[in-house]
């Protein structure tokens, strides 16, 4: 069986050539020339063609040599690791992945992201460790809580102590010298997880069984005075383990945590900071108490830690997209489980992606990575980067969205059915395809395996979950007295005014912020426009 690289976007064109013909000329083909509302120009962005997807939206890729007698050969691991090249990667140590979800959510019928991202990591291996937490507002530290605990919990934020130091002796319990140290969160998690990137920078890492001394960690890292980080330097030279965190995750990190703002350090010491630091933002969030909390190095730092003659100072390799929708939509759990297609997908797969241009050695279940609508075939032995798709899908699979009849996302992976279960490589990617010389798709391809760009492009045409329109008791807190951004009329300076939010949106600060590809084809196929208030000389940059 040959497979021939077709130039339709998947890999393989099975259409006639009429039908071929007639869609190259359809309205589906029509260039992108029309300004995007309150985008101006996107220079980044191609014209659109016809079968315009990445070549990397390709159904499945063909055999090296195009020999039916290759088949079998293609095979993929069953679990594979996020780096950029397999075959060349050499781990240091294990990984300890710490994932922390968001105010209120556990894992129930309608996950957030976290809960998706933990179910595609392989666990109980010599070479992973995994930690997730419940939100805030689901525990104490002493086991679940409700009622009036739970209330006080979400509203105020009184248990973030208890989640810091919880996942910090996770690690405290679990580190070697050598070990990669990622965390990812949402919402108030992902508040959570840079906390506790900071008070390892700060204070450093306590060895395993001392226990004891967790408290005054959290109480050095804590104080954000001259005096405090005098104290946390000292501290850390005294008791505890100089280490970086490789990489930090997050989705839709707010700025503070509970009604009445709670702000602890979360800027790192000029030489101990993330290696890598990813950031999926919400376009429509609007609410009073959720503003964007985006990554940034105080300009004092220096005043307040001395840097000796033996550190280095470490750039933090930094990356913050802004996606369609709002809190819930980018950081998930707006939507039940079963769901076919939803906003929160999209930023869910662009992270698990970060993860494999970072290096940062997650070993992830392909099955599990299949039904969450990645293209795994892009993914091992080599990375492949996704590249701005130029055009839709074909005809025949928009009608089959438009009709429902699209198969469900979980059965991707029943394409790539262990072919020995007793064989390490034993997922491979080829029996979709008939075991004849046609280079027409399986049924069972056709049905069920959507490829990866196209799930984006239908999920982006998903409803956006606005809790100021479909639960209209957060309305209370948008006359609440706040700090809102405003850009100054006579200077490019952004200034706090003290006023009522009333539904204003986030500012877009950036003079190039990233704009994730899935925004522009809403805009173009929906009545849709961003309105985020933005910097007078800001220029959209697209990305994927």
Known sequence: MGLEQMDGP????????????????????????????DLDDVPDMPA?????????????????????????????????????????YEPTGKNIVICLDGTGDQFDADNSNIVHFVSCLKKAVPEQVTYYQSGI????GGGVTNGINA????????????????????IQAHYKQGDKICLLGFSRGAYTARCLAGMIHKVGLLPAGNVSQVPFA????????????????????????????????????????????????????????????????????????????????????????????????VDTDVREVWFTGCHADVGGGAVKNEVRHKLAQIPLRWMIRQCFECDTGIIFKTPNLANEG?????????????????????????????????????????LLEPVDHNDEYGMHHLKIYKETDSEKPSADLHEHWTPEQVEDYFDALQKVNDQL????????????????????????????KIGLNLGTYRAVQDKTPNLHWTVKHRTD????RVRTRMDRKAEWRVVV
């Open 48 to 88: 659109l063609q016809p079968n315009g997807f990445s070549k990397y939206a390709n159904g499945l890729s063909k055999p090296a040599n195009g020999d039916s007698k290759s088949v079998e050969h293609i095979k993929i691991p069953r679990e594979i690791r996020a780096v950029k090249d397999a075959e060349s």
């Open 137 to 140: 507002g689901t525990y104490d």
């Open 10 to 37: 998947y890999g393989y064109d099975a259409r006639p050539s009429d039908a071929r013909s007639a869609y190259a000329n359809s309205a589906y083909a029509t260039p992108l020339t029309e300004d995007m509302p």
């Open 469 to 496: 329109v479909d639960a209209k008791g957060w309305w209370v807190l948008e006359l609440w007295p706040i700090k809102i951004r405003h850009q100054a009329k006579d200077s490019d300076a952004w200034v706090k």
């Open 151 to 170: 209330g006080l919990d979400m509203a105020v934020g009184s248990g973030l102590g208890v989640h810091i130091r919880d996942a910090y002796m996770f």
């Open 525 to 528: 196929q929906m009545e849709y």
């Open 374 to 414: 990645l293209d795994i075939h892009t993914l091992w032995p080599k990375y492949e980067p996704l590249s701005v798709p130029t055009g839709p899908p074909p005809p025949d699979m928009l009608d089959r969205y438009h009709k429902g009849l699209l198969g469900p996302i979980h059965r991707r992976s029943s």
């Open 218 to 313: 959290y109480k050095y890292y804590k104080d954000d005075t001259d005096e405090g980080w005098e104290m946390s330097q000292e501290f850390r030279k005294t008791f505890c383990i100089p280490v970086n965190v490789y990489f930090v995750g997050v989705f839709d990190s707010v700025a503070s945590v509970g009604f009445f703002p709670r702000k602890l350090p979360l800027s790192s010491t000029p030489t101990h900071r993330a290696e890598y630091f990813r950031h999926a933002m919400a376009l429509d969030e609007h609410r009073a108490k959720f503003k964007a909390c985006r990554y940034k190095v105080k300009d004092s730092m220096g005043e307040k830690y001395t840097v000796s003659a033996e550190e280095d100072v």
